[in-house]
């Protein structure tokens, strides 16, 4: 089973802190991984991806892989209020289909 | 332009009955995939699309069926409903030409099985 693990959270952060998001995955032949943003009641909607190991920079958004240690992590700068939402991992599975963490949910407090 | 749209937004079944869901998909994507959200198990892929062949399934039992139309749009079908069905269906399309293509969801239909 390819397994996709985040903690569920919650992660509180002060208003204008760095938020560190972690996941870890099992599949090592994975190539492709994503960060999803889901607001609650809404769908998700993609922020990240990555697909070579190092830092990728997007604003205040830097999303960066080890695939030796199977790790992907995502951090935000000068996390602001708006950005409270659950953060959704995922790990291209066998082609065309995504595999999933369960998301950690951030709070970002003023 | 439209975005992925996903028919009905809410349904009510009991238990035997079947369902049937839809998805249109963003003008000119051709690859459409079916995800289930429960807060157990967070989302999990059911399957993927792409020119009305079925290219990749999940670990869904055979109640769990889908279809995709000449013009790109979905459907997805679970027959003989269990409680265990009640979730978040999303639908997402994209221009898969490559596995790593950007995912654009639906708003979902949310399904509750009494």
């Known amino acids: 089973q390819k397994e996709v693990e985040q903690n569920s959270g919650p992660l509180s952060v002060p208003e204008g802190a760095i938020a560190s998001l972690n996941c870890t995955y099992s599949?090592?032949?994975?190539?492709?991984f994503f960060w999803y943003r889901q607001y609650s009641g809404k769908s998700p909607e993609l922020i990240m991806s990555i697909y070579s190991n190092g830092d990728k920079e997007d604003g205040r958004f830097t999303a960066q892989l080890n695939k030796a240690s199977q790790y992907v992590s995502l951090l935000i700068r000068d996390s602001q209020p708006s950005d409270s939402a659950t953060y959704l991992c995922a790990v291209e599975n066998s082609g065309y289909a995504l595999n999933f963490g369960k998301g950690t949910s951030l709070l970002v407090t003023p | 332009k439209a975005g992925v749209t996903q028919t009905p937004r809410y349904l009510i079944k009991t238990r035997g009955q079947q369902v049937t869901l839809s998805c249109s998909p963003i003008s000119g994507h051709r690859s459409v995939s079916w995800y289930q959200q429960t807060p157990g198990q967070g989302l999990q892929f059911l399957f993927e699309?792409?020119?009305?062949?079925?290219?990749n399934k999940g670990n869904f039992p055979g109640r769990f069926s889908g279809r995709q139309f000449s013009n790109s749009r979905s459907e997805m079908n679970v027959s003989t409903l269990e409680l265990g069905d009640s979730a978040l269906y999303l639908c997402?399309?994209?221009?898969?030409?490559?596995?790593?293509?950007?995912?654009?969801f639906g708003s979902g239909t949310q399904l509750s099985v009494l």
């Open positions: 997402a399309s994209s221009l898969a030409t490559t596995p790593a293509e950007k995912l654009f």
């Open positions: 599949d090592r032949g994975s190539q492709s």
């Open positions: 699309y792409f020119s009305e062949t079925q290219r």
